[in-house]
């Protein structure tokens, strides 16, 4: 009688509160940019990042409608991609020390970025989500979505990394 192994599911990836700490504060804070559009993180884990926009007089791109530009939503959710892919590649070496992996993002780079504006940006506040959907060697493959405060969605976008 032939015997199958039985493997048992893999525990979760946890990252350490350093590693969220410090990638929180580059992605904020040291990518200047973000800090224009006002991006937050609410949520960094392996396998999906969530942030949030709040509205601001010098996000708007139409003023009679008070409507987010579309190249806010588009830095945003091209800001996200890359912010899913530091994630991923953290969580492929949880054997490196928080720091040392915070190293690993200095190659990272948008090759590639599609956005489908599928609603206007009306409101005060909108959430921003991404995961990656394949960590290769060279190039990263993500998904992202914009939503509103109401948790509609309004616009959608993939992106392709440079990781190395």
Do not use: C, W
Not at 55 to 72: C, D, I
């Amino acid at each position: 009688m032939a015997h199958s192994k039985s493997s048992a599911p893999a525990a979760p990836i946890v990252f350490e509160p350093e590693f969220i700490q410090n990638l929180a504060r580059i992605f904020e804070k040291s990518i200047v940019f973000n800090t224009v559009l006002g991006l937050k993180i609410d949520s960094i884990a392996p396998e999906r990042v969530v942030a949030h926009i709040a509205m601001k007089p010098e996000l708007v791109g139409h003023y009679s409608f008070n409507r987010l530009h579309g190249g806010v939503i588009s830095a945003g959710l091209d800001a996200m991609g890359g912010l899913a892919v530091m994630a991923a590649i953290g969580a492929r070496h949880m054997d490196e020390a928080p720091m040392q992996r915070l190293h690993r993002f200095s190659k990272l780079g948008t090759i590639d970025l599609r956005i489908d504006y599928l609603r206007p940006g009306i409101g005060e506040r909108f959430e921003l989500r991404a995961e990656v959907m394949r960590l290769g060697s060279r190039v990263a493959s993500t998904r992202m979505e914009f939503l509103g405060a109401d948790g509609k969605l309004l616009s959608t976008g993939s992106g392709a990394y440079i990781v190395s």
